[in-house]
């Protein structure tokens, strides 16, 4: 099979790359190769245990492809030839392409402790037959060990404390959950979210082993505590999938990514990668940060499917942002750009600002929700630095705004004076809006030095 654009990848990189290099160039022919045939979207898998009736409900749309013009390969690639531009796949055919995008994404973590392989361990495929029978264990499930208290244990165990009768335990390594994302306040407010609904926290702790005969019956933990546990979901984040690039011989990042520039472009000529197997740097120290989200890849998608046949975008993609949101409950938690902590470890000097009000104005109407928001700016340049905010639904756009400041380089004045719209049944209040008076926090900040 010959194809103009090979795409290897079927998730949200691989998609928007294919989408995206189609509509640009229309008149070139298009092929998605994707390994896994019945895959899921990635940042709902938490949800398919109660939220999502059936798992099957959360099943990759793949029909825009066809409507596109794209075609579509369930196989696996096993080897590619850049100098010859072509793709062996494990079904036997092989495929020549003038650009290739590799979107081979990332391979779950599993630590390498005894009795890991133990029925009713699970770690976080993308594929829905595997992950159908970890839901139907689930949801018989009475004691249920989380290994990891990031984005996805932490959310896994919001999805199950919803079920009634199921005692849940997440053990996490470092001192605080989600410790990546947000700095301590927030930490905390999410842990006594969690608690508040029946979780139970161990943090600091490293599960030393998991026990039972042939099924999972229990969790030791470093302290001597032995958990029970009928299911264990280990959520401890992945690896980058990048071994058919490197068996190819092109230039892999120390962290095992795939190198590439500013435009997703790797080491070899007309081959692209883009998400979680692609070399992400933070976008103020340009230092390598595993930062693996949808939202990302996709971004990184649209710039190699529109320049896969020369630039013709500049510098859309500088670093990445790290915006992420979730829920807990009826809280959401988001945060873009740098924290407290990362600043202190860096050696970047800044300023704060922080705020709160009712997400309705007034605040007594139906369904408004406590809002606060905390920004970090470079000290004296004022630069927006990061953002956190938590509250209601809300919560989960603000940070979005956030996010285009820092990308746009906006500025404490910027923020300060920003033009918004408001209505009392979907905004803070005009006066008191908790962006733009924690920016105005810390200007004041600012102008005292």
């Known amino acids: 099979m010959e194809k103009d654009i090979v795409v290897v990848g079927g998730g949200p990189g691989g998609i928007i790359s294919a989408m995206t290099a189609k509509s640009v160039y229309p008149e070139k022919s298009v092929c998605v190769i994707r390994q896994i045939g019945d895959g899921v979207i990635p940042c709902a898998i938490p949800y398919m245990i109660n939220t999502i009736a059936e798992p099957k409900g959360n099943a990759m749309p793949m029909g825009g492809l066809e409507a596109a013009g794209i075609e579509s390969v369930v196989a696996g690639a096993v080897s590619l030839d850049p100098e010859a531009k072509t793709l062996s796949l494990d079904n036997g055919d092989s495929v020549t392409y003038d650009r290739l995008v590799l979107a081979t994404g990332s391979n779950p973590a599993k630590p390498p402790i005894p009795g890991a392989d133990l029925e009713g361990v699970f ?40 079920q009634s009768g199921v005692n849940i335990h997440l053990v996490e390594l470092m001192p605080k959950v989600l410790q990546a994302a947000f ?14 609904q029946g979780i139970k926290m161990h943090l600091g702790q490293m599960v030393k082993a998991f026990q ?48 590439v520039d500013s435009y997703m472009r790797t080491s070899s000529p007309d081959i692209f990668a883009v998400g979680d197997c692609a070399l992400k740097r933070d976008f103020f120290t340009r230092k390598a940060v595993p930062v693996w989200l949808a939202s990302t890849a996709t971004a990184e998608a649209r710039n190699a499917g529109t320049n896969i046949y020369g630039i013709r975008v500049l510098n859309q993609i500088q670093g990445s942002i790290a915006a992420f949101s979730t829920k807990f409950g009826d809280t959401c938690y988001a945060s873009a750009g740098l924290t407290e902590r990362v600043c202190q470890r860096e050696g970047i000097r800044y300023v704060s600002g922080t705020a709160a009000a009712p997400d309705r104005h007034p605040g007594n109407l139906p369904g408004a929700s406590p809002m606060s928001v ?5 000290d004296r340049a004022g630069a927006l630095l990061g953002g ?48 733009i008076n924690a920016a105005h926090q810390a200007l004041a900040k600012l102008r005292a030095k």
């Open 123 to 162: 770690t976080i495929t993308k594929s829905l037959a595997p992950l159908s029978g970890m839901v139907e264990d689930a949801r018989a499930a009475k004691n249920v060990v989380i290994v990891g208290g990031g984005f996805i244990g932490a959310e896994f165990a919001d999805e199950l404390s919803g």
């Open 212 to 259: 039972g005969e042939g099924k999972v019956s229990s969790v030791a933990l470093s302290n001597g505590e032995e958990l029970p546990a009928d299911l264990v979901i280990i959520g401890i984040g992945g690896r980058p999938n990048s071994k058919l690039a490197g068996d190819a011989g092109l230039l892999l990042a120390s962290d095992g990514s795939i190198w």
């Open 183 to 196: 700095d301590d306040e927030y930490c905390d407010e999410i842990q006594k979210k969690l608690e508040d």
């Open 388 to 435: 956190q905010v938590f509250g209601g639904e809300s919560a989960g756009e603000l940070v979005n705004v956030i996010a285009m400041g820092i990308q746009k380089g906006a500025t404490v004045r910027d923020m300060d004076m920003m033009q918004i719209a408001t209505h009392p049944k979907l905004s803070s209040s005009p006066t008191v809006h908790p962006l």
């Open 374 to 378: 905390k920004l970090l700016f470079a």
